[in-house]
Every structure is written in C-alpha cells, then in structure tokens.
C-alpha cells in the first residue's frame, strides 16, 4: 500500500471531536478494503463474499442532517454536533458526509436567529428556546423540509421567521414546528405543527414514491440505497406472481419496491406502529393493492403464518443491528420458501443467523454482496441470497 492511500487528504478538522467518521483516517479505497476484509473474515464459511460496491463520490450522501444550538458564555450562538460521549456542542458549519444543502440552510437558521430574538435552550437551566435543528432532504425531489425542534410551542413572529428563511431557499416545501419540552436525548418531543407546506416531503427510489414525516424512519443515503435495494431485488429473482414476505419492512420500502418489480402480493411485517402507517401510506401513493402491512413481531408474525401453512415465495428480511431470532428462523425454515434476501447492517449478527440457517435446514448462501451505504464510517451493510 502506498503511504498516501493511507491519509486523507480530506481529513475532517473535528475528526476526533465530532466521532461520527470513525475511517476518516484512511483513505476511501482503504476504507473499502478494510470492509471489505472485515465481511471477509465474518462470512467466510458461506462462500466468497463478491467485492464490495463503494461510492464513485462518497461526500455528501447524508440526506437527514441535525444540529444542536448551544450559547457560549461569550453570547456567541453555536450549532453542530455534540462531541462524541457528552453533551458539548461542537461548532460545525458544513460536514464532508452531509447534504450541503442542509447544511447551509442550518447556518441560516442560526444566522436569522439574533434578529427574530431566538434563544438557544439550555439543558442545564431549562430556559430558552430552540434546542435543535433537522433538515431532510429528497435527492431526487429537492423537496427540502425544516424541522425547528423548541422547548415551548410559543413561537413569537413564526411567520416573518418562515418567509425569512423560505427567501433564502425556495427549494423549502415545508416547515415544522416540533415541540420537546422534556429532559431527554431524544431530538423530537411528541407534538408538532406545521408553519409551512404540507408536513412532509417525498423522495423517490427505486421508481417507488416515498413520504417522509419528521419522525419517520428513511434510509440517510439514498443513491446506496439504490444499489441496495436494487441487488435484493435482482436476488429476489422475481417473476410475476410470486408471494413475498417484507420482514423488518420499516415503512415498507422493500415491499413496495418489491410489488412494483413483479411480486404478485407483498405483506410486510415491522414492530414500529408509525412506521407501519408511513408503510400504508407509501402503498398507497404508489397504488398498490396487492400489499398488506402488520404491525407485530417479526418472529411472532413468522410463527403464526407457518402455523397456518400459509406459502410463500420469497422471504426479504432487514432485521436491526441484533439480527433475527430463533423464533424467526426456524419459522422461515417451516415455512420452506424458495428464496431468502437477507440484507443485513452487522456482518457479526449475519454470520450467526447464516450459521443457523444452513446448519438447520438444506438453505446455502448463493452470493454476499457488500455495499458501502456509510462512507467514512465503520458500518457494513450486506445482502446474502439463499436457496435450497
Ligand atoms: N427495511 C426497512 C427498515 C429496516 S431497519 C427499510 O429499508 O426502510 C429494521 C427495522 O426492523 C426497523 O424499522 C425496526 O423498527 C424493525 N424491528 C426491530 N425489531 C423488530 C422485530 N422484532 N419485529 C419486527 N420489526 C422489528
């Protein structure tokens, strides 16, 4: 390796403060091979893991971008990220990994808050206003939504504050107003209303129409996920007709993708009740009737269905960083589908399962395909294609 593949010329000022870009020292095809040897080493007893399929430009991908606002005893108002491990804010005004759009529109917000007598909110005295600041944007629609998190719902001159801010950036298609008065390390409190637009935006992926609300869960890096996505469905092998089963399905972007390549009736199943609603919604607005979605335990849902020997085709399964569970899987096995998609954000939790599954039934990986969704940061996301 030569000496300059192993520096980034690039190299955050904040890198070691900040410590959401755990790889920044190493250059990005560095980056890739440490992945790369990583899946290696976790899934080598499946067969040989394809190589992984990285970024052409890995800057800028994040499409959800949050700051905290603090007040230095100077007065000077700060927004950015708190430092890894505590509650200080570190001043950032643009990131490497982030939408610069975003980023400039947090700079804007801070900028216009002196005049509009903006307060920051101090978590040690409770006083004050603004706490955070969220900005998500749909790379495909440039809709841009702003997401002003404050301790009370009182917002003095909220309008003037919304043309002001929608002045600079037309591309603003709505503002939130997201209330969190409670002590908690949560960004958003439960209620909100809306000073602009409609509440939430859209994005597009895979030909799929996407909504996304303040709180709902969307993948950060939309082009990745694209390649993704694409591979699970290209795994999926689908022909028209075939029933397949979304596990984890999150608000259902597999499924519906899913449906619209082919799949003759999608159910999804996912633990998280908003997200199940956004999940019905998306079905919706990309008319689909041949999709059903559950809210429920994964495992749970699994048992009950290979109890009443319901068949299905293809299974697609996107558990959390854990992994499955044995209920899961030995459901999975019951339920003898032709195809399993597993797509996968541990190698470690991927490599039990995959151990599990070809040691309890005659399932055998057919191909490991890594993707970089998370340049500059340690996390591997992987999609492993079984069949008997
Ligand atoms: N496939 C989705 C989301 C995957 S993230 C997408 O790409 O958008 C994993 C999802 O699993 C999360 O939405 C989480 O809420 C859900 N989840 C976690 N534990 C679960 C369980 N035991 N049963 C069902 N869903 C679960």
């Known amino acids: 390796m030569k000496k300059s593949e192993i520096t980034n010329s690039r190299l955050c000022p904040v890198y070691k403060k900040c410590g959401g870009c755990q790889l920044q020292n190493m250059s990005y095809p560095e980056q890739l091979r440490f992945k790369q040897n990583k899946v290696n080493r976790y899934l080598k007893p499946f067969g040989k893991p394809l190589p992984i399929i990285g970024m052409d430009d890995p800057y800028h991908y994040r499409n959800k971008v949050q700051a905290a606002f603090y007040t230095n005893p100077q007065g000077r108002i700060i927004s950015g990220v708190y430092q890894s491990g505590s509650h200080r804010v570190v001043g950032i005004d643009s ?84 209330i969190n008065p409670y002590q908690t390390n949560l960004v958003l409190g439960d209620k909100q209303q809306v000073l602009y637009g409609k509440g939430y935006i859209e994005d597009v992926l895979c030909g799929c129409r996407f ?4 709180k709902s869960f969307y993948q950060i890096n939309p082009v990745q996920t694209e390649v993704l996505y ?18 984890y ?13 082919g799949a003759g009736r999608v159910i999804g199943v996912e633990l998280n009740g908003d997200a199940v609603r956004d999940a019905i919604s998306n079905a919706k607005a990309n008319s689909l ?5 559950y809210k429920g335990d994964a495992g749970d849902f699994m048992r009950a269905v290979a109890s009443e020997d ?17 209920v899961f899987l030995d459901s999975l096995i019951q339920m003898d589908p032709k195809t399993v998609v597993y797509v996968s954000c541990n190698p470690e939790t991927l490599a039990r399962d995959l151990k599990y599954l070809t040691d309890n039934s005659r399932y055998r990986v057919r191909k490991i ?10 996390h591997i996301e992987t999609v492993v294609l079984l069949s008997q």
């Open 211 to 214: 909504r996304i609300s303040p």
């Open 95 to 178: 990131c490497q990994i982030e939408d610069e759009t975003a980023d400039k529109v947090i700079v804007a917000v801070r900028k216009l808050m002196r005049s509009f007598k903006m307060t920051t909110f101090n978590e040690d005295t409770g006083r004050g206003f603004l706490r955070h600041v969220l900005v998500k944007r749909g790379f495909a629609t440039n809709q841009v939504m702003l997401v002003l998190v404050t301790a009370k719902p009182m917002f003095p001159s909220k309008n003037n504050f919304v043309k002001a801010i929608r002045a600079q950036f037309p591309e603003i298609t709505t503002i939130v107003q997201n």
């Open 369 to 378: 395909q890594p993707v970089d969704m998370f340049p500059h940061t340690n």
């Open 310 to 326: 319901e068949g299905c085709d293809v299974v697609m399964m996107d558990p959390p960083r854990a992994g499955s569970s044995k």
């Open 230 to 247: 694409g591979k699970a469905i290209e795994y999926a092998g689908l022909k028209g007709n075939e029933t397949v089963l979304d596990a």
């Open 289 to 293: 009737q041949n999709i059903r979605f």
């Open 249 to 261: 399905c999150g608000i259902g972007t597999i499924g519906i993708i899913a449906a619209k390549h």
